[in-house]
């Protein structure tokens, strides 16, 4: 079996982390191995991981290494992590290796390996100070301070990377703020991902979660700022993934590509879950060191939970928005004990949020009232028009057409596109920034 589009994220020191975010997902998670204090991975399950990964003939290698903190495994680990990686990569292989942090390890020394092996860095920020309190060191004391150094190293060093902002009820009631925040620093790249988090009452929330009304308020206010800002060169992922649904191209988060089958979570130890959101015991698929990832992924327990993932709600099927929506993630059901077919807990703010975005879209393509996004929508429209902006994943190599090149890690934004194209990187298969996340 191939998998030409599966994405692993790989958590080698699981939940465990070096700060204390009150909203923090991932912690429950330490309740599965409750007796390892501090998980780590080894090498040799690096190794496996790889082998086994490639085996299943991914079109673009996208390994993201996550937490918990990830950098907690040292950078020791990383650097056999990228000579494992360069053994197992057969010419011709584009790595795409992303790593999510806090920043509170990041240093001269760890940002010259980064940039120097084309990782893809994604940092934790919330917003400028004040909208950032939520993010804390286990003894309370802020984070701001640590984040705001870590972005000036990474600049330093120019190695790639773009800021993830949850929304929580610390920042929801901010967008402007948080835009003006990525202005004033700067920062091109960027994703914003809901704080949605269940509080162990059906279809409840915890406390620092947000509600539809909240989300779709915030997202379109952020929507509202980008397009006054007039400038393109900011990517924010989701926007992003509305203009690809704007010009019928296929967006990139899993969200909106009824897709849950193309990511596996592999744990410390070995074990391996569906998507980071569902790393729990009824959901494990297996031990690395036991089966092969194949086997896992065309084992019951996968497959049952891609049909179930996938499965749309019954109101959906009449949606005006499905083509785009396809009835969100599957966690913002399940994870919540929405019923099957249920409301989805977002669907108040989709709706709201697809009607101001694409009739906005409409309007700036017809009208340059903002005439540097005019002009970037007319760019694309001409280049989808004229089969020039080509989104759809790069034919797998053959064998006997792969250049006996040394493997190659991530391409950076200004090379040449490994699909063959002939366009820049960030103009083709590039075109979406994302690290480890597709929410
Ligand atoms: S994040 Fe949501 S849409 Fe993506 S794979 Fe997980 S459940 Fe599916
Ligand atoms: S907007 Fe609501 S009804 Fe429409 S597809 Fe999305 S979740 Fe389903």
Redesign the pocket.
Same mark, same amino acid.
């Given at each position: 079996m191939k998998k030409p589009n599966l994405g692993i994220l790989i958590k080698p020191a699981s939940s465990d982390c070096n700060m204390a975010c009150a909203y923090c997902y991932y912690r429950p998670v330490g309740d599965l191995y409750p007796d390892v204090r501090r998980p780590r991975m080894s090498p040799g399950i690096v190794d496996v991981v790889c082998r086994q990964y490639l085996a299943l003939g991914p079109r673009e290698i996208k390994i993201g290494w996550q937490g918990g903190e990830p950098t907690l495994m040292g950078l020791d680990f990383f650097r056999q992590v990228v000579q494992i990686e360069g053994k197992h990569a057969r010419p011709g292989d584009c790595f795409g290796t992303s790593l999510q942090t806090n920043g509170v390890v990041l240093d001269d020394e760890w940002c010259t390996f980064l940039a120097a092996n084309k990782f893809l860095v994604g940092l934790s920020v919330d917003g400028p100070r004040q909208l950032n309190g939520v993010r804390r060191f286990p003894n309370g004391e802020p984070a701001f301070d640590v984040a705001m150094r870590a972005l000036e190293v990474l600049k330093k060093h120019r190695v790639e990377f773009n800021v993830l902002v949850v929304i929580s009820q610390a920042n929801v009631r901010h967008p402007d703020g948080v835009f003006e925040f990525l202005l004033e620093n700067d920062l091109h790249f960027s994703q914003f991902i809901p704080c949605t988090e269940p509080d162990g009452t059906a279809g409840a929330v915890s406390e620092h979660s947000i509600t539809a009304g909240q989300y779709a308020d915030f997202m379109t206010a952020l929507f509202d700022a980008w397009v006054e800002n007039d400038d393109p060169t900011y990517y924010i992922r989701r926007i992003d993934n509305w203009l690809h649904q704007f010009f019928d191209l296929p967006p990139e988060c899993c969200e909106y590509r009824e897709d849950c089958s193309n990511l596996v979570t592999v744990e410390w130890n070995g074990d391996v879950y569906p998507c980071d959101f569902f790393v729990e015991e009824r959901y494990r698929l297996g031990n690395v060191r036991e089966q092969t990832l194949e086997q896992m992924l065309s084992g019951p327990t996968f497959r049952a939970f891609a049909r179930e993932a996938e499965h /749309?709600?019954a &109101? =959906?099927k009449d +949606?005006?928005? &499905?083509r785009y =929506?396809?009835?969100?993630c599957y966690r913002h059901r399940r994870k919540l004990g929405i019923a099957e077919d249920g409301?989805?807990y /977002? +669907?108040?703010a989709?709706?709201r949020i697809?009607d101001h975005v694409f009739s906005t879209l409409r309007e700036i393509k017809q009208k340059p009232v903002r005439p540097r996004l005019h002009a970037f929508l007319d760019r694309i429209g001409r280049d989808v028009a004229a089969g020039r902006f080509e989104m759809r994943p790069p034919a797998a190599p053959q064998a006997q057409d792969r250049p006996a090149a040394a493997p190659r890690s991530r391409p950076q934004r200004n090379d040449p596109c490994p699909c063959g194209s002939g366009k820049k990187f960030k103009h083709c298969c590039g075109r979406v920034v994302g690290t480890s996340r597709r929410r």
């Open positions: /749309l709600p &109101l =959906c +949606c005006r928005w &499905l =929506c396809r009835g969100g409301v989805p /977002l +669907c108040e989709k709706v697809f």
